[in-house]
């Protein structure tokens, strides 16, 4: 069950993440963000009152709004990141979280097996060759390291907050909820100051909100699925080893790959070919170990 729900949140989060990076070519990306993610708190509100989940709060809920504080920052250091470039560089350091929630997991007393810590090994390295890295002539900022390394120990630790957020499916919609919630206020707050220093919260195109009406199905998509893989590693991590679900789960770099060569038509690069087989290794070691 445990590799069941982290394969699925890596199919979940990889789709998200193609849908948004497709959002982010037509308007603002922390405009993507809030969008995205207040329709996922209309959602999860709804579910969370014909659910009942408000009877779960309780002190574990910090770790949704921390969750949802450390998300929209690590996100916004993640697109400057990229602004510098090169991609090629910054989006597999960007994979490296995983380091996070793996080294959680050791440290509570996650003892995988010998094939799993060579699945664990093997996975990681394809991960980060499924993005593509350059392998030489990318001169690189050493600001755009800085803020990738950021990103990265931010999105691994949103996963490690979101698993210790909730011990039932009740309480992991409200969580969920709340960290939705705290998403908004934190992305809602940078937006303003961004559109107050002289950026844009609609296209530029002159379509205006017309665009960003257009889009709210494909928003819809990205803020649900974004959600449901949120649920479904924290479902993952409680029902197995937190090092297996770390890993199964990151694996999304190559679900966003194949997304890409399969609508856009994009070739995939002999170096993101070899780390898509590797992860396809790793996925092995670690669901037989």
Known sequence: MTALFALATALLWGLADFGGGLLTRRMPALTVVVASQAIAVVVLGAIVVA???WSEAGP????AVAAGVVGPVAMLCFYKALALGPMG?????GSLGVVVPVSVGLLIGDRPGLLQFAGIGVAIVGIVLAGGPELRGAPVQRQAVLLTLVAAFGFGSVMALIAEASSTLTGLFLALFVQRVTNVAV???ALFVSVKRGGRALPEDGGGVKVVLAALPALAFVGLADVAANGTYSIAAQTGPVTVAAVLANLYP???ALAARGVLKERLRAVQAAGAGLALVGTVL???G
């Open 51 to 53: 659910t009942g989940g």
């Open 254 to 256: 190559v679900i966003t």
């Open 89 to 93: 560089v910054v989006s597999p350091l």
């Open 60 to 63: 574990q809920l910090w770790y």
């Open 187 to 189: 992305g809602g707050a």
């Open 286 to 288: 670690l669901a037989t």
